[in-house]
């Protein structure tokens, strides 16, 4: 880093931001500007301090963190256009993406029914009631077949639902009509008949093939309400992304207080359930020492769509991810984003597979079925398979940057993945001046209190304080933005109503666990001891003005 530079950042780190309350006050969607800032495409990078002896490449720039989430949008497009749909029944779509247009298979409603409880008339009244008890009492009742015609003249009772009877020109509701024991019926003079009144017409919400939904679309209940009305038993859905998550790291502890130089692994827990939320399958976490042959197999064995490592991108004596691309001949497609936390995020192309016998995944998938947090979920795609490309993300070590790497990279690319449309812009006012980088986008948690973004005080790279209790992540460009200033804002997977839905075998998995686990949300006491991996790896970030003791 140059002593300019050096002298900047040192002021930068002498600041801090105000701690917000952790309010989740909800914010307007006022529209994005246009014309966004400017980023550069490629910005400067520090020199890494400590060099890894095998990476020799050239020195590079880092991408910008607006390209590197364009590049992660389209790394999967081929993939996506390719991947055949799953048919799902309507109790098991819930939370999926349509992977094709819902037209309707009916007419909506499929006859005329009748919109209220009442009387069917036919023509001006007075209006003859029916001689028969039964007629006089039930009328026509909702679900029953085409009734006999309606004479001019004449009224029948009708029921919500019910089908109208040919002939009926209007329904009058139980409360305008009298029945004064003469058989005939009068409507009040305070609600004069109108022709068609309370009638739901057939066809009136939709034809049969109606377009009624996008491709793309997130099954919602509603989506489920209004695909079943349309003649659906089951939906094209989108094919989850399969996802496998190791964490590097010979410092980490999986339970029990630190001790003895090791940590608490907090990615372990973390990821599987974010990538979740984001629309992966996650086939289950692996825990790997920092020992460059396990890593490498561990890369080239996984059948996943998405292989995603924490740790261990930077250039320091254990870190084994960019020796492991190079040796398994992966295309890097970001290397290095200018974003603060997580700058030494990566994302690669890896080789595609030969197809797997059913013997060598049997034996593969019982190496990857280790106890942990995370239980595999059962495939969609079961069977020897030749997969399309693969990919590897790599977030940092520090929890933080870990999470601005899931924003950065693995968010977009599994958004394409599953089909799923690119959020809108969600920009809000900042309540306090943030303070930036010289050079680089910085990603900083934020509350929201009175539709104003409040920048929260723990957000250095190894922190999940202030995440733990964000709303989203407020994209500050280089240089900082002053109080008021509006700014991106990236919506947290469980802040964002549209990918908050969980499918019905999500929900009974965690219904049968609530006894034995906490519930994931909940957070308790020692969520704010989930320590950072800077001890063991260093991935070369700088530390943010809030690391340390406030």
Not at 161 to 188: F, I, K, M, N, Q
Not at 278 to 289: I, P, Q
Not at 519 to 527: E, V
Request: glycine share 10%; aromatic share 2%; hydrophobic share 40%.
């Amino acid at each position: 880093m140059l002593d300019a530079d050096v002298h900047v950042w040192r002021q930068f780190l002498g600041n801090s931001t105000s701690e917000g309350t952790g309010s989740k006050n909800t914010r307007s969607r006022a529209p994005a500007p246009q014309t966004p800032a400017p980023h550069p495409k490629r910005t400067p990078a520090a020199p890494t301090s400590h060099p890894h002896p095998l990476m020799d490449e050239p020195h590079h720039s880092p991408t910008s963190w607006p390209d590197a989430r364009a590049i992660a949008a389209r790394a999967a497009v081929k993939e996506a256009a390719h991947a055949a749909p799953v048919m799902r029944p309507l109790s098991e779509a819930l939370g999926q993406v349509l992977a094709a247009p819902l037209a309707a298979l009916t007419d909506l409603p499929p006859f005329d029914t009748s919109a209220m409880d009442g009387w069917a008339l036919a023509g001006p009244g007075p209006w003859r009631l029916p001689t028969d008890e039964k007629d006089q009492v039930h009328g026509i009742l909702a679900g029953h077949g085409e009734a006999a015609a309606l004479p001019d003249g004449h009224a029948v009772r009708i029921a919500t639902g019910a089908r109208v009877p040919p002939g009926a020109t209007a329904v009058l509701r139980s409360e305008y009509g009298t029945a004064a024991g003469d058989g005939w019926l009068h409507a009040s003079a305070a609600h004069p008949v109108v022709l068609g009144q309370d009638i739901r017409t057939r066809g009136q919400e939709c034809r049969s093939g109606d377009q009624l939904l996008p491709a793309g679309t997130l099954v919602t209940p509603a989506v489920l309400g209004l695909a079943a009305a349309a003649g659906y038993d089951e939906l094209p859905t989108v094919r989850r992304p399969r996802v496998e998550v190791l964490v590097l790291g010979d410092e980490l502890l999986t339970e029990g207080l630190p001790h003895d130089g090791r940590i608490r692994d907090a990615l372990g827990p973390m990821i599987g359930p974010w990538l979740r939320a984001l629309g992966a399958e996650v086939t289950g976490t692996r825990r790997l020492a920092d020992e460059a042959d396990a890593v490498c197999a561990a890369v080239a064995e996984s059948s996943a769509d998405v292989v995603v490592t924490t740790g261990g991108t930077a250039a320091g004596p254990v870190d084994h991810v960019h020796p492991t691309l190079r040796r398994l001949g992966a295309e890097l497609l970001v290397d290095g984003v200018a974003v603060r936390p997580g700058h030494p995020m990566l994302l690669a192309r890896l080789a595609r597979l030969a197809p797997e016998s059913r013997e060598s995944r049997e034996s593969r998938e019982s190496r990857e079925n280790p106890e942990g947090p995370d239980t595999p979920e059962k495939s969609e795609t079961p069977g020897p398979q030749t997969r399309p490309a693969r990919h590897l993300v790599g977030l940092p070590g520090n929890p933080l940057a870990a999470v601005s790497g899931l924003l950065t990279l693995a968010e977009p690319l599994l958004r394409t993945l599953t089909g799923r449309p690119a959020p809108a812009p969600g920009p809000a006012p900042l309540a306090e001046a943030v303070q930036g980088h010289p050079r680089d986008t910085r990603l900083v948690p934020v509350t929201f209190r009175q539709d104003a973004a409040v920048p929260l005080r723990f957000n250095g790279p190894a922190m999940l304080r202030g995440i733990a209790v964000a709303d989203g992540l407020a994209v500050i460009p280089p240089g900082g933005a002053k109080r008021g200033t509006e700014v991106e804002v990236l919506d947290l997977p469980w802040s964002a109503i549209t990918t908050e839905q969980l499918s019905y075998a999500d929900q009974t998995r965690r219904a049968d666990q609530a006894h034995r686990t906490p519930q994931a949300g909940h957070r308790t006491p020692q969520a704010s001891h989930h320590t950072d991996r800077a001890a063991g790896h260093g991935d070369g970030e700088d530390i943010s003005p809030e690391e340390g003791p406030a």
